[in-house]
């Protein structure tokens, strides 16, 4: 097993990158085309099964320390995360204008914080006040549910949890949610941290190595899925059909990636901008709607050139501020509070015992 997959590292900037071009293409658009939405989908997606990747490979084969993952996985969240719900709610109070989709509520906001899942009215949808959170939701859910069943070994709490997501996700579909919590809870998107963790245990094993042939195949299914989920036509974007389509790319893309470590070249920008996409992920959509008006106050609306070139340079702005607050605020915090994660002399005595 590897302690760190260069191309996992990738694929995390890609996600990241196919969420900040979705929003960049959809903002100063008056309606929503399918497919720009679709890529921010996609993106999720592909985090998801990252998520899951990683959960297995860091915890390894057997039992682990339940207490100690939250912790790890504490630091690494919330930070950020409450800075920018914090940032948003500020915002929200001084400047109301600024949002479409989000009004300052405060029962919204403790519950934003505690990631417990809420139907938004304003957003339409079951979002945190920061509406990008929801995804952080569900990460926050997997966590829980992959740290009770820490005294499993890996095979066995792959299996579990995939059986436990897998039949709340068909009850969720048979007998439809009867409130916002239960669609929550039978959603089928933590699906995506289930074929994660598949792909995790084949990873700890190290022994298979995927044929040029099969590898190509992968490729192949991964790209039909990739089409058949973005064309997919549906009245919303996060559709269960179009789901299935982007989770066999992510899938793909995944495999494919880690079959070929090996033979993947080091390219640092690559790997800086895998390493802030949590940064870049969080903070992307003021970089994105602050750009963007400022573009379309002087330059004019309407011109397909214009259009394409203000998403792109957005885009890479994101990106390159992600890659700043990464540096100077996410690093620092986690250095910061890096003493919380270690164990203790009770409970390094307690793991070798």
């Known amino acids: 097993m590897m302690d760190r997959y260069r191309s996992i ?3 995390r900037g890609v996600a990241a990158t196919l969420v900040v071009a979705s929003h960049a293409f959809l903002y100063p658009l008056t309606d929503e085309p399918m497919l720009y939405g679709r890529w921010g989908w996609l993106g999720v997606i592909l985090f998801f099964v990252i998520s899951g990747f990683i959960m297995v490979t860091v915890t390894g084969n057997g039992r682990f320390d339940g ?24 915002l929200a109070l001084w400047a109301p204008s600024l949002f479409k989709t989000m009004t300052f509520d405060f029962s919204q906001l403790w519950r934003s914080l ?9 957003s339409g949808g079951i979002h945190p006040i920061y509406k990008l ?15 009770l069943l820490w005294f499993l070994g890996s095979t066995s709490r792959v299996v579990t949890l995939t059986v436990i997501f897998a039949g709340l996700a ?30 995790g245990l084949m990873a700890l094993d190290g022994s298979y190595r995927a044929s040029t042939g099969f590898m190509i195949a992968v490729g192949v299914v991964g790209g039909a899925g990739l089409v058949f989920g973005l064309a997919w036509p549906a009245s919303r974007v996060e559709d269960w059909t179009a789901f299935i389509g982007c989770l066999a790319f992510a899938v793909a893309v995944v495999f494919i990636g880690v079959q070929s470590e090996r033979a993947l070249p080091k390219v640092a920008l690559l790997e800086r901008v895998g390493d802030a996409s949590y940064s870049t992920y969080l903070f992307h959509i003021y ?6 008006w400022l573009a379309y106050t002087v330059l004019p609306s309407g011109n397909g050139v214009v259009y394409v070139t203000v998403a792109i340079t957005t885009i890479v702005c994101a990106t390159a501020f992600g890659l700043l607050l990464h540096k100077s605020l996410e690093l620092p915090v986690g250095r910061c509070l890096a003493p919380l994660s270690a164990r203790s002399p009770r409970e390094t005595s307690a793991a070798k015992a």
Request: hydrophobic residues 55%; charged residues 10%.
């Open 9 to 11: 590292q990738y694929l």
């Open 67 to 90: 207490g100690l993952f939250i912790r790890r996985r504490a630091i690494r969240v919330i930070p950020l995360y409450w800075a920018v719900t914090l940032l948003t709610a500020v």
């Open 114 to 122: 505690l990631f417990v899942p809420f139907f938004n009215e304003t």
């Open 133 to 147: 959170g929801w995804t952080l939701n569900y990460e926050v859910y997997f966590y829980l549910c992959f740290a």
């Open 170 to 199: 068909t009850f969720g579909f048979v007998a439809g949610p009867t409130t916002d919590l239960s669609a929550f809870y039978t959603s089928y998107i933590p699906l995506a941290f289930c074929a994660g963790m598949g792909l």
């Open 287 to 292: 970089v994105v709607g602050a750009l963007s």
